[in-house]
Every structure is written in structure tokens, then in C-alpha cells.
């Protein structure tokens, strides 16, 4: 019954914007996170969010241009991405956990995942 569906992706200029959302049900959970991963390379963390949406957690790599965030009465986790850099270019998977705990940046550290999306960033 647990679900999680990200929203496509798709392509972009660089310097461009894309917006993702992630779609929950089957029960609430604690935080939420996104990572990406591009072919032959580790998933690796893009960012996370708690319950209340006080505390995120963002990757170098990306702070300053993606600003994720959250519709707990939708149950809906959304990631924002601006100045896209052709090294964005990955699928990108929305993730949930169960648990309590603030939210962390290993893959361990999540219960649930969805099928990812494809997001391809050109010059």
C-alpha cells in the first residue's frame, strides 16, 4: 500500500528551471529526501526535509539553486531546481522514512522509494 511516485522530469536548457513532486500514500512518514543517480555513478544525496519543513539538508552541489519542500496535508514532497547545470543530468528518486529522526544523507537511512525520474540538463 506504501507508494511513492515522482512526477516526469524531462529536458532542459542550462540555466534553466525544473520542478519535481513526489506523490506519497499508504501512511505519513517522518522525513523525505531526493538523490540522484547518473549511469555508472553511486545515488548519491540531493537533499531532505523533516515532518515540520524547519529542517533541510542540502548537498554542496546543489545548495544555493534547489530548494525542496513539502505538502503534508497532500502528502507531497517537492524539489525545485534553478540554474540546472548539465552535471544535474540524472535520474533523481524521491525518498521517505518511517521512522522518527532528523533527516539524514545516506540511502540507509530511508524506508521507501520511488521509481525515479529522468532529468537531462543540455548546454
Known amino acids: 500500500q506504501v507508494q511513492l511516485v515522482e512526477s516526469e522530469g524531462g529536458e532542459v536548457q542550462a540555466g534553466g528551471s525544473l520542478r519535481l513532486s513526489c506523490g506519497a500514500s499508504g501512511r505519513t512518514f517522518s522525513y523525505m529526501g531526493w538523490f540522484r543517480q547518473a549511469p555508472g555513478k553511486e545515488r548519491e544525496f540531493v537533499a531532505a526535509?523533516?515532518?515540520?519543513?524547519?529542517?533541510?539538508l542540502y548537498a554542496d552541489s546543489v545548495k544555493g539553486r534547489f530548494t525542496i519542500s513539502r505538502d503534508n496535508f497532500q502528502n507531497t514532497a517537492y524539489l525545485q531546481m534553478n540554474t540546472l547545470k548539465p552535471e544535474d543530468t540524472a535520474v533523481y528518486y524521491c525518498?521517505?522514512?518511517?521512522?522518527?529522526?532528523?533527516?539524514?544523507?545516506?540511502?540507509?537511512?530511508?524506508?521507501?522509494w520511488g521509481q525515479g525520474t529522468q532529468v537531462t540538463v543540455s548546454s
Open positions: 526535509i523533516s515532518r515540520s519543513g524547519i529542517i533541510t
Open positions: 525518498a521517505a522514512r518511517a521512522g522518527l529522526g532528523r533527516p539524514g544523507m545516506g540511502t540507509n537511512e530511508y524506508d521507501y
